[in-house]
């Protein structure tokens, strides 16, 4: 994707702090990080969102999360990390080149999770777990 900016990154036509490369991945430092370490894992090809990733890919991305935290949890002495996907722009995907966020955690750091709710009735409940497992068939 030529205007993509992570594309961009990828090409060595944008600058990054890069953290680790490998055939299929990139990783570099999040410029805006929730706490230092914050960084962005991402394929070298092209996709939107883990739905128009291909397998493979998917699998070398969470092999290489796993590698990659392990670095920062213990380089940055963290107490915990969490890790993150936005898919889509209504669920907060500001860059749509696939990413998946690697993001240190500290004791009292101020970082909220997202709001729960409980469901309206078992019948919601039993009609959201119908039509998700009728497409899992
Ligand atoms: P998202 O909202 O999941 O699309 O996250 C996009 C992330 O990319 C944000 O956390 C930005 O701070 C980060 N970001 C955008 N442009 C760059 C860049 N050029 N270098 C590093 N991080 C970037
Ligand atoms: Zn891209």
């Not at 722009?89 to 997202?114: C, E, F, S, T």
Request: charged letters at 30%; glycine letters at 4%.
């Amino acid at each position: 994707m030529n205007d993509c900016i992570f594309c961009k990154i990828v090409r060595g036509e944008l600058p990054c702090y890069k953290i680790y490369e490998d055939n299929e991945t990139l990783a570099f430092l999040d410029r805006n990080p929730v706490n230092p370490g914050h960084t962005l894992l991402i394929p070298k090809k092209h996709s939107e969102t883990i739905l128009d990733t291909n397998d493979e890919t998917l699998k070398k991305l969470i092999t290489t999360t796993k590698k990659i935290s392990k670095a920062i949890f213990e380089s940055m002495k963290l107490e915990g990390f969490n890790i993150g996907i936005n898919q889509f722009k209504i669920a907060g995907q500001v860059v749509p080149h696939l990413h998946i966020h690697i993001m240190p955690r500290h004791k009292n750091d101020g970082i909220k999770l997202w709001p729960s709710r409980e469901y309206e009735s078992e019948k919601e409940k039993n009609n959201v777990q119908k039509k998700i497992t009728r497409l899992l068939k």
